[in-house]
């Protein structure tokens, strides 16, 4: 089976020329058409109840390359070839597996299809300066536009293309997950090692791997869900905007509404206002988050680009330059929402765990929390920490400490909606009331039957004279 290059505009004009020249070489010297056997290289060890691998990621037997990839082929599949030192003093490798290349996704496509600007005549020959692998990375990124114009229009709009666009030399580009030359399907079950979501986020992934997700696919070798699953491929977004997480958890535990339902009261609500890994990650320490929300449609509220209303505004009001106290949150709220008038500011409390690693922390459902008093008591342990929180530009959340005693205030309650723990964020106010309306209920019915009795003797003695005047009438 031969698979053909497509060439580019800008080999045309030496195409004929170059043709020549590779064939002339091939008739002097032999075959150098590498085979998919070619320089053969160790697969990962696959686990043991991984699923068959199917007709897009298997080892392409007798699959050869065109004649161009071929001639880039005999040098860059040597294992001498020069490293490539950039302006910084980084070392690039220049060597790329054919075998690799051919059980890659990219197979059937052809070199000049990303590096549209090699020249035939001079490749190789003339240096070419690279300022750094950051810098070389970039370059190639509106190369991936062509293909995969609906993962780029994704990842245009995710929290990794807003770090790219502020300048960041850590956000991830198209390349620094995905190698090019030896991408394989998203199908296959890999060692999770190879998830290049590690590199960047090793501490959550040494979490991720030994809680129950992972130990599924380490120790069992089955399809548990990886980082794409629940924060998806391109379109990432920051963990703590809407319910895009809590939704990809109920999409594949599809029954645990109606399970939680069994035992749990009002558990609709419990899923409003909790995070899962707050019950399903025993261990962690948890906080309650105070988010900003539209008080119409309650959708969380993301500042503008270029207009730092929220950091400014905190530090306006914050005159303690601690935690923002009761007075200061309010201080605060009014401030924004006369800046915004059109898009009035409330807050909607959510108990939620307090870092990303803790939530990559979950366990077996049988050691999940179902324990009410965990919340629901005095001085409950996850309502001793309170943040504010507001969307940034980028989708990442802006915190700013609140001193706990916010929740138990009764003035706070106009500002938080929806946010009320029985038992737990103790509003004394409430609970004066509450002793007045149970005291009124007692009082109104023991009063009515205290008087009935007192004022007896008065009402039989007006009741027989009226029935006298009455016989005396008739007569």
């Known amino acids: 089976m031969k698979r053909t290059s497509i060439p580019r505009m800008a080999w045309l004009t030496n195409g004929l020329l170059r043709s020549a020249l590779v064939s002339l070489v091939l008739?002097?010297?032999?075959?150098?058409?590498?085979?998919?056997?070619a320089n053969p290289v160790a697969e990962p060890a696959q686990p043991a109840s991984a699923a068959k691998?199917?007709?897009a990621n298997k080892s392409r037997v007798g699959v050869t390359l065109g004649e161009e990839d071929a001639a880039c082929q005999s040098c860059h599949d040597k294992e001498d070839i020069a490293v490539k030192k950039t302006e910084l003093g980084e070392s690039v490798s220049m060597r790329i597996s054919t075998k690799d290349f051919i059980d890659s996704m990219h197979f059937e496509t052809s070199c000049t299809d990303c590096h549209e600007d090699a020249d035939g005549k001079d490749h190789g020959k003339v240096a070419v300066p690279m300022k750094s692998k950051r810098a070389y990375r970039m370059s190639f990124q509106n190369a991936c536009t062509t293909c995969h114009k609906k993962n780029v229009a994704e990842f245009k709009d995710s929290v990794h293309a807003s770090m790219v666009a502020d300048g960041s030399d850590k956000a991830p580009t198209c390349s620094d997950c995905h190698n090019s030359h030896t991408l394989k399907s998203v199908k296959l079950v890999e060692p999770i090692a190879n998830v290049p979501c590690s590199t960047c986020h090793k501490e959550i992934f040494?979490?991720?791997a030994?809680?129950?997700h992972g130990l599924?696919?380490?120790?069992?070798?089955?399809?548990?869900?990886?980082c794409a699953d629940c924060h998806k491929s391109h379109a990432i977004k920051a963990a703590a905007v809407g319910s895009d997480i809590k939704d990809s958890c109920l999409a594949c535990h599809k029954d645990s509404v109606a399970k939680h339902e069994e035992w749990l009261p009002n558990s609709g609500r419990h899923f409003e206002a909790i995070s899962c890994p707050v019950c399903h990650a025993p261990y962690a320490q948890r906080r309650v988050n105070l988010r900003m929300v539209d008080s119409v449609g309650g959708k969380q509220l993301i500042e503008k680009k270029g207009v730092p209303q929220f950091e400014r505004l905190v530090n306006a009001a914050n005159g303690t330059e601690g935690n923002l106290n009761e007075k200061e949150l309010s201080s605060f709220l009014k401030e924004f929402n006369l800046a915004n008038p059109d898009n009035k500011a409330i807050l909607s409390?959510?108990?939620e765990v307090r870092s990303g690693i803790q939530a990559h922390q979950l366990s077996t459902k049988d050691l999940a929390i179902k324990d009410c008093k965990v919340c629901?008591?005095?001085?409950?342990v996850p309502f001793v920490s309170v943040v504010l929180s507001m969307a940034g530009p980028d989708g990442r959340l802006m915190r700013e400490g609140v001193e706990k005693e916010v929740l138990t205030s009764a003035t706070a309650m106009g500002s938080m909606r929806g946010f009320y723990a029985i038992g737990s964020t103790?509003?004394?106010?409430?609970?004066y009331l509450l002793v007045l309306v149970v005291l009124g209920v007692l009082v109104v019915p023991i009063g009515h039957m205290t008087a009935h009795r007192l004022f007896k003797r008065q009402r039989d003695e007006r009741n027989a004279k009226r029935k006298n005047a009455s016989a005396k009438s008739t007569q």
């Open 216 to 226: 599924e696919r380490v120790a069992k070798g089955k399809t548990a869900p990886l």
């Open 27 to 37: 008739a002097m010297a032999g075959p150098v058409v590498m085979s998919a056997d």
């Open 349 to 351: 409390g959510r108990l």
């Open 210 to 212: 030994e809680d129950v």
């Open 376 to 380: 629901h008591q005095a001085g409950a």
């Open 426 to 431: 103790r509003i004394k106010l409430l609970d």
């Open 53 to 55: 691998p199917s007709a």
């Open 206 to 208: 040494r979490a991720y």
